[in-house]
Nanobody, 124 residues
Framework: QVQLVESGGGSVQVGDSLRLSCAAS????????MGWFRQAPGQEREFVAA????????YYADSVKGRFTISRDNAKNTVYLQMNSLKPGDTAVYYC?????????????????WGQGTQVTVSS
């Protein structure tokens, strides 16, 4: 099992920045990659960004490309999501997730491990 704990959410203004963190524990050696998803009220959970644990390859949703950066610190078993130029449309609960195999990094079905989520609210 892998346990994930997110932190760093909050309420900000349009154009501000936030950095989310996700600390992994447990069977971290089994992690192939990690991702961030988000879910706004009344909407489905959607892919935001993903990173492979070993090579550090990164992937982004078009809606955040150029504004968000995913990174990881293997020594700390932690993945980060740096969010810049935030917009009201970024308001959501952000979830960290971990997967043990390659494949469709953008699909929530490929991630068996999830954090509890952290709220990000962007107001104008």
């Amino acid at each position: 099992q892998v346990q994930l704990v997110e932190s760093g959410g909050g309420s900000v203004q349009v154009g501000d920045s936030l950095r989310l963190s996700c600390a992994a524990s447990g069977r971290t050696l089994s992690i192939y990659g990690m991702g961030w998803f988000r879910q706004a009220p009344g909407q489905e959970r959607e892919f935001v960004a993903a990173i492979t644990w070993s090579a550090g390859s990164t992937y982004y949703a078009d809606s955040v490309k150029g504004r968000f950066t995913i990174s990881r610190d293997n020594a700390k078993n932690t993945v980060y999501l740096q969010m810049n130029s935030l917009k009201p449309g970024d308001t959501a609960v952000y979830y960290c997730a971990a997967r043990s195999s390659s494949g469709r990094y953008y699909s929530r079905n490929g991630y068996p491990y999830w954090g509890q989520g952290t709220q990000v609210t962007v107001s104008s």
